[in-house]
């Protein structure tokens, strides 16, 4: 395959090989290639100096035959229908590669928050929120956060949905802030998830993780946090990196220290008693584990062979395309792909939501444990499937998550 390097090529060509590979049935691979649904809105606001701001937002429902419909919003310029198509069909494979019972789907609005103030993201989503009213809810599409977004995003859309139907509805968006019925752990959840599949390859690759060197390109929600976690576990951070720049440091950085440099002056660059390289480098950089949490086709065949790390664990959705993937494969670099790796995000969306709807709150230690033995259970179950199939762990996952995907499918049956 010639690389297009769009999120949705990858995707579909992700697809086509484990389709292949499973003999999957023609017309359920057709049906998977496209999403059951999409919606494009148009957000009419005010903005803050009194003009008319519009901006164009989607919501896409991928595949809904094991469950409501669940994923991120994501609130970036450069969001385009098909980057969402391509989102909203990963999480349809992740929610069935770490076995919770939902389909998958994502939204996303063409904004740059960066340049907007606080009051007119709340307006942005308040907007948007009611213009998804009739796709989402409870038992039908549940939302979450995803780059540029995050809980108090989601408190507005819990509040949003609220007062349309007159009473709470906190299960019908998930990583709300504590205090409106999030969840204990969610905020560190995908990191927490990334940094287990690392100690699980590490384990698999004779690795040790103490003293560990890791990379983590993009520092928002979940690279901050799984520097911070890997750091705990004994890794040592040598470089870190966000949109406008890279630092690193062979004497391993204190994840803490640059989160606090970052929220104060914008960006990790610049960091005391760093050298400052380009997120480029970044990716070239000598470590053991790699930790990609920023945006997709961030490995490509152009730099594949450049790869230092031993080990990838993919934070972010779609960082490595497939021409890149036999390179790493050949490599031998153990890589742990998406719909694995960051799967600890919808897991304890997943265990927010059924907290919600039973009116409970677990303890974080409830929740973190929950998680391991969900994240290392999956781990367990692609690794058997990649070592059956002599394959790469990310055509093991896609395995798994297609077929259970199209066993439900099958079992439904088609209607009418
Ligand atoms: P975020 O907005 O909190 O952080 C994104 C970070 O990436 C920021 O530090 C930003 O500066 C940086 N970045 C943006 N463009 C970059 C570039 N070109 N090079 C380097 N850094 C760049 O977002 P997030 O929630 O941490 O999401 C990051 C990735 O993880 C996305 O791919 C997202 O889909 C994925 N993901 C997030 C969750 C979640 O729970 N938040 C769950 C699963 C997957």
């Not at 009473?167 to 560190?188: H, L, Q």
């Amino acid at each position: 395959m010639a690389e297009t390097q769009t999120a949705l090529s990858v995707a579909l060509e992700q697809l086509r090989i484990a389709a292949g590979k499973l003999n999957l049935d023609l017309g359920i691979h057709e049906m998977l290639k496209r999403p059951k649904r999409s919606l494009i809105v148009s957000i009419t606001m005010k903005m803050d100096n009194g003009e008319t701001g519009v901006f164009t937002g989607c919501r896409v429902q991928h595949n809904g035959a094991r469950g409501p419909f669940k994923g991120g919003i994501r609130y970036h310029p450069n969001v385009t229908l098909d980057e969402i198509t391509a989102l909203a069909m990963w999480m349809t494979w992740k929610c069935a590669v770490v076995d919770i019972p939902y389909g998958g789907a994502k939204g996303g609005v063409c904004c740059n928050p960066k340049e907007m103030s606080k009051g007119e993201l709340e307006r942005l989503t308040r907007r948007y929120t009611s213009l998804l009213l009739d796709f989402i809810g409870p038992y039908r599409d549940v939302p979450a956060p995803d780059v540029y977004t995050n809980a108090q995003t989601m408190a507005w859309i819990m509040d949003t949905y609220s007062q349309f139907k007159g009473y709470s509805v906190p299960e019908c968006v998930t990583g709300k802030p504590i205090s409106v019925g999030g969840s204990e752990g969610r905020a560190e959840a995908t990191s927490r998830g990334v940094v287990l599949c690392a100690r699980e390859s590490a384990k698999k690759s004779g690795l040790k993780l103490k003293g560990a060197t890791v990379a983590v390109q993009g520092y928002g929600n979940v690279g901050w946090n799984a520097a911070k976690i890997a750091h705990s576990m004994g890794c040592k951070i040598v470089a870190v990196s966000d949109s406008r720049g890279a630092v690193y440091c062979s004497e391993g950085l204190d994840p803490h220290g640059i989160h606090e440099y970052k929220s104060r002056t914008g960006s990790v660059v610049d960091y005391k008693g760093c050298e400052n390289i380009t997120n480029k480098e970044l990716i070239e950089t000598k470590c053991d584990i790699l930790i990609p949490a920023a945006l997709e086709n961030q490995i490509t065949k152009a730099n594949a062979d450049k790869i230092k790390a031993k080990i990838i664990a993919e934070g972010a959705n779609g960082p490595v395309t497939p021409e890149a993937d036999k390179v790493l494969h050949e490599k031998g670099v153990f890589l742990v792909p998406d719909i694995l790796a960051n799967s600890g995000g919808v897991t304890v969306s997943y265990f927010e939501w059924v907290q919600n709807l039973t009116r409970e709150h677990w303890t974080l230690e409830g929740v973190n444990g929950k998680l391991e033995d969900k994240i290392v259970g999956a781990f367990n179950d692609v690794y058997k499937v990649a070592k059956k199939e002599e394959s790469d762990m990310r055509t093991a996952a896609l395995m798994l998550g297609v077929g259970r995907v199209s066993e439900a499918i099958k079992t439904l049956g088609l209607w009418p």
